[in-house]
């Protein structure tokens, strides 16, 4: 279940997508799959070949991209992974208060 995220956000997420840019959403999350996670971050891009090359980056394998039909296709990243690629990105300071980090 996603929450604590406003339309706004999900509309520049979208529209920074539609203009072919690697795009960040984060946002709480609770999933009984992955019950140390409190947080998701959607990696998402119109050009699948420029996500994919993204990802490679960072060890993830283009399979893991979660197709969608509606052009917003996008990696899932939690735990860990989260963490390490928004310190990367010089995005862990937005969403701090989205994860919880020591």
Do not use: N
């Not at 959607?42 to 979660?66: F, M, N, P, T």
């Amino acid at each position: 279940m996603a929450f604590g995220i406003t339309k706004t956000e999900l509309k520049h997420w979208k529209q920074a997508i539609d203009q072919g840019k690697i795009a960040f959403l984060t946002h709480y999350w609770i999933d009984d799959r992955f019950p140390q996670c409190k947080s998701v971050t959607k990696v998402g891009c119109r050009d699948l070949v420029k996500l994919a090359k993204w990802g490679k980056d960072y060890q993830l394998k283009e399979e893991w991209i979660h197709h969608r039909k509606d052009g917003y296709s996008h990696f899932d990243l939690l735990g860990e992974k989260q963490i390490e690629v928004l310190k990367k990105e010089g995005l862990l300071d937005q969403v701090k208060e989205k994860i919880q980090i020591d």
